[in-house]
């Protein structure tokens, strides 16, 4: 049985949600799997904060294409290392 | 075919630097040096014989390993290892006569009788009344109708079987290269498909997953139209479609084709 993945349609702005909005009404559609982009690349740990309803790390705009080095590519913060 | 090498000074050896072939000198003019083509086979001069059964062929023509190429011998020490075991294709089993249903089942119907330009002209000799000299007929309507329809008793703009075709570009307008003029007119991609499941047949279809792109290409319904149309039966794993969006009917149709 072959499955259905998509990547719901988002504005070049990432919205703050990380396109969980979108993503969910693809999946009330039928769609059996999300495949979020650019949300995984600011948030190491995407999947934790949206199940908890966490804030994501808003997109380096200048980060968005990997050049080399850790910089926008491991640097993103995950939750348990951001000071309360 | 010869093989062209420099070997340098006229009064160099004339033997071949990378064998001991035998060699056509040339000089060139106003040059030291001396092109000279290796036309194969053994220089008898020097002695230097074909082995029994091996072609006449360039010492250079070979292998590193001293092979000619194509397949070894078996036992050939230089081949794979007798306890090592074969790579096998894993090309599913097909009985004669059954016909795929995957993707690349809407390329055959296609070519087999689909016209994406709408129901061609009939030709002269399947029009009614053919039996009794239609052809005839045929050809002098044609004729006749020829100075409305232009010179070929065609009608203009279209093709022999009454498709479109594309108007020339008129004066001054910007030259479009094939690629483009082909995603504007939604070329169907069908040698992706087909691809697909050559992919698919080699490797298995579980470890096949497509992916179409709407943002690039824009209008992703028509490029793919054989994959949104065909079910996806034993095929791919999966289809991956980016920008979706849940209310567009490609999508819906898509998910109706494609049930995971």
């Not at chain 2, 001069?45 to 001293?66: C, F, I, K, V, W």
């Not at chain 2, 045929?138 to 232009?150: E, F, H, I, N, V």
Request: charged share 25%; proline share 12%.
């Amino acid at each position: 049985m072959a499955g259905l993945i998509a990547n719901p349609k988002l504005p070049e702005a990432l919205p703050a949600d990380g396109g969980r909005h979108e993503g969910e009404r693809l999946l009330a559609a039928g769609t059996d799997l999300i495949a979020p982009g650019r949300a995984f690349i600011a948030n190491p740990d995407l999947v934790g904060r949206l199940r908890t309803g966490a804030a994501l790390n808003p997109l380096r705009g200048k980060d968005f294409m990997y050049t080399g080095g850790e910089s926008g590519y491991t640097d993103h913060p995950a939750l348990d290392t951001v000071p309360a | 075919m010869p093989t062209t090498v420099s070997i340098g000074p006229a009064s160099a050896s004339s033997s071949c630097p990378a064998g001991r072939c035998r060699l056509r000198r040339r000089p060139v003019p106003d040059h030291e040096t001396t092109t000279a083509e290796c036309v194969g086979g053994p220089d008898r001069r020097r002695g230097d014989h074909a082995e029994p059964g091996r072609p006449d062929l360039p010492r250079h023509s070979r292998t590193p390993q001293g092979g000619l190429g194509g397949r070894l011998a078996p036992g050939d020490p230089r081949g794979r290892p007798a306890d090592v075991p074969a790579v096998e294709a894993r090309r599913p089993e097909r009985a004669p006569g059954d016909q795929w249903a995957g993707p690349g089942r809407a390329f055959a119907d296609h070519v087999a009788g689909q016209d994406l330009h709408g129901p061609p002209a009939p030709a002269a000799r399947d029009a009614p009344g053919a039996a009794d000299g239609g052809d005839r007929r045929d050809r002098r309507r044609l004729r006749d109708s020829g100075a409305q329809r232009g010179r070929s008793g065609l009608r203009r703009g279209r093709g022999a079987r009454g498709q479109r075709a594309s108007p020339p570009p008129g004066p001054g307008a910007e030259h479009e290269p094939a690629h483009r003029l082909l995603r504007r007119r939604a070329g169907n991609r069908v040698r992706f498909a087909v691809e697909v499941q050559a992919v698919a047949e080699a490797i298995g279809p579980p470890r096949v997953g497509p992916r179409i792109n709407a943002v690039d290409e824009g209008n992703t319904g028509a490029i793919y139209r054989t994959l949104r149309r065909e079910p996806a039966g034993d095929g791919p794993a999966y289809l991956h479609v980016l920008a979706a969006q849940p209310e567009d009917a490609l999508h819906r149709e898509i998910r109706a084709t494609w049930r995971g």
